[in-house]
């Protein structure tokens, strides 16, 4: 703003007014043209000011102001701090919020198949075990485990287990052996003779045969102790009819005592014919076995070694254990009967038997061969001499000397014992393979040398003159 000019001296005031006047207007013209240029100094600025600030505010968001550098870093830090302080414990919630959703999800689940488990169960009991919700198998493998009363008992439940004790797979054995408990109670009865026992015995197997003829029954064990010379009874044509009433196909194992039957009054003995037509009856019995039950593998009987029962028993080719008592008591047994059966039954691993061999055969001795037979046990033999013994594969022997209580002059116990071989050179020669004597384990080398135990063993089990200690035969 320009400055007045100083007053001058001597002039007069109306020269000053005017020129203050002047000075006024001048001053009024130059305030607008400063008020003009004051506002656009000042829109410049406001300008200026706004694209600062604009240029302070993209600089902040890009990170380059200056001013503000450090406080922002530490406010930046501490945000930082703050924020990964929150992100953990925002983590560890939802966290917690994810397994506490997870339990909420699992209890509902939970729930769901207990109700869906309920829903399904057409009995509506828990503590209820669903035997109808089994397999036909497993149903028929549980009922197995009753008694033929129980079975019976058990059918009387419902349609479906009448149905499924029904089923021939349930009727696996065929025991004629076993009494049922009613019968035991009578037994202590006084008035209870034993014709009215044998008589209940009697009806007691009639019945237990019907039932099984009536469910077909596929026995795969039959036991049984019928005389088989009582004509009364009629035993042999019961058996007879029982089998072919049942499915023999499937049966393995026959245990048959054809000499006597259970509760038997006590009575006259059958005169030698009737034995004879005991014996007879056997025999047709295991001719029909041989062709209703080829693949029987276990059999338990006793035997007489004819020839035509010894050819009825080697027509069971899967024969591999069998056990043979004796049936004649004085009869004397054909050499070749035991070599005969041996060689037709390719499949023998166990053979048991018992023999008694009489006086006037006492010098006969026996010749064994099989490619196959593993156990030899003669142990309740008496009088059994072997001659010959060809057993490649057998394991285990089971043998005992009998003495029968004959005293001898020492020259001709001599003459007879030097007809059999000894023991130790038999088994050497014809069992190489054996591991058991008398239930004792044999020393490896035992077919090379002899030792003490072994001696031992063949002193009571060998008829030659080396190990025969006694006179007694």
Not at 30 to 36: E, I, Q
Not at 99 to 123: I, K, L, Q
Not at 230 to 251: K, M, N, P, T, Y
Not at 423 to 441: D, E, S, V, W
Request: aromatic letters at 6%; one cysteine or more.
């Amino acid at each position: 703003m320009a400055l007045p000019p100083p007053r001058a001296r001597g002039q007069p005031p109306e020269a000053a007014m005017a020129r203050r006047r002047k000075r006024r207007r001048q001053e009024s013209g130059d305030g607008a043209r400063d008020g003009g240029d004051r506002s656009d100094r000042r829109d410049t600025s406001d300008r200026r000011d706004t694209s600062d600030r604009r240029d302070t505010s993209d600089r902040g968001n890009t990170g380059d102001t200056s001013d503000r550098s450090g406080t922002s870093d530490r406010r930046d830090t501490s945000d930082r701090r703050d924020t990964s302080d929150r992100g953990n414990r925002g983590g560890t919630g939802n966290r917690s919020n994810t397994s506490d959703r997870s339990d909420t999800n699992d209890r509902r689940d939970t729930r769901d198949r207990g109700d869906s488990s309920d829903s399904g169960d057409s009995s509506g009991d828990l503590g209820t075990f669903p035997f109808s919700r089994l397999p036909p198998d497993c149903q028929l493998h549980v009922l197995s485990f009753l008694s033929p009363a129980e079975k019976c008992a058990a059918a009387l439940v419902c349609g479906a287990w009448s149905r499924l004790v029904r089923s021939p797979r349930l009727w696996r054995v065929a025991d004629f052996t076993g009494a049922p408990a009613a019968l035991a109670e009578h037994q202590d009865d006084d008035n209870d003779t034993g014709v009215t026992a044998f008589a209940r015995w009697q009806g007691w197997v009639r019945c237990y045969a019907f039932h099984l003829a009536a469910r077909r029954a596929a026995p795969r064990l039959l036991r049984a102790n019928f005389d088989l010379g009582d004509r009364r009874a009629g035993w042999a044509e019961f058996l007879r009819d029982f089998l072919e009433s049942v499915r023999c196909g499937e049966l393995r194992e026959l245990e048959l005592d054809w000499t006597l039957s259970p509760h038997q009054p006590p009575g006259p003995r059958p005169p030698g014919g009737a034995k004879l037509e005991q014996l007879s009856r056997f025999q047709a019995l295991l001719e029909l076995l041989s062709l209703k039950a080829p693949g029987l593998a276990r059999a338990k009987l006793p035997f007489d070694w004819s020839r035509r029962s010894v050819a009825a028993l080697g027509r069971f080719q899967h024969l591999h254990t069998l056990e043979l008592r004796y049936f004649w008591g004085f009869r004397g047994v054909r050499p070749e009967a035991l070599r005969e059966l041996a060689a037709a039954l390719p499949r023998l691993k166990t053979l048991v038997l018992h023999l008694l061999v009489p006086v006037q055969d006492l010098g006969t001795s026996y010749a064994l061969e099989s490619r196959s037979l593993e156990v030899l046990d003669v142990w309740r033999c008496r009088g059994l001499v072997f001659g010959r013994l060809e057993l490649p594969a057998l394991r285990a022997l089971r043998v005992r000397k009998r003495t029968r209580g004959l005293i001898l002059q020492r020259r001709a116990r001599l003459a007879l014992q030097s007809r059999w071989r000894c023991l130790y050179a038999l088994l050497r020669a014809g069992a190489p393979g054996l591991r058991l004597l008398n239930n004792r384990a044999l020393l490896p080398h035992w077919r090379e040398r002899p030792y003490d135990e072994l001696e031992a063993i063949l002193r009571r089990a060998c008829y030659c003159p080396r190990h025969a200690d006694t006179w007694l035969l």
